[in-house]
């Protein structure tokens, strides 16, 4: 979801793990020269929706990699398929409050840009939590915990993951 610090701690978490990080949504401002807000007023929500897709298509099957997506990645069916069967999908959660404070003066989202930030931002929860909740592998809460802390846990949690999911 915007605003649970996927940027922030993913780019912190790889850097911890020795890996590249790639954040979707600065790819496809980079790829496309314009700001997403651009795109969303030129091509609309599902004009970026194609492009996101076609960036996640890319970048999935890389390995060694921490990626980023932006928080509606989960609504098309086929990048939940994706994010599913690729990788380790960590769903990063916090709470609506949290989430507020986070993106409230934030121009450069697109989709709480309404009359009623607050009422759209509690819509996208009750739509995108449960597709969040369909393809993470894990769920960590993010709260107010400092970086380095939720990092440290982070790694730990792989970790554990990993070795439950991976040993023969």
Do not use: W
């Not at 990645?73 to 989430?99: F, M, S, W």
């Not at 934030?106 to 840009?113: A, C, G, V």
């Not at 996208?124 to 993470?136: D, G, K, Q, S």
Request: proline residues 4%; contains cysteine; glycine residues 8%.
């Amino acid at each position: 979801m915007m605003g649970a610090g996927k940027t922030t701690i993913g780019r912190a978490l790889a850097r911890a793990l020795g890996r590249e990080f790639i954040d979707l949504d600065l790819v496809i401002e980079a790829r496309c020269g314009v700001p997403i807000s651009h795109i969303f007023e030129v091509e609309g929500e599902e004009g970026f929706r194609k492009r996101e897709t076609a960036m996640l298509n890319e970048y999935a099957t890389q390995n060694n990699l921490v990626l980023a997506t932006g928080g509606g990645a989960v609504l098309a069916p086929e990048n939940r398929h994706i994010l599913k069967t690729h990788g380790i999908v960590i769903y990063l959660r916090a709470r609506e409050d949290e989430l507020y404070r986070r993106i409230a003066k934030d121009r450069n989202r697109p989709l709480i840009q309404t009359q009623n930030p607050r009422a759209r931002l509690n819509e996208l929860l009750t739509l995108r939590t449960p597709l969040y909740n369909e393809v993470a592998h894990l769920t960590f809460d993010t709260g107010s915990m400092p970086i380095a802390q939720a990092v440290q846990s982070l790694v730990h949690l792989l970790q554990t993951y990993s070795h439950d999911h991976c040993s023969s």
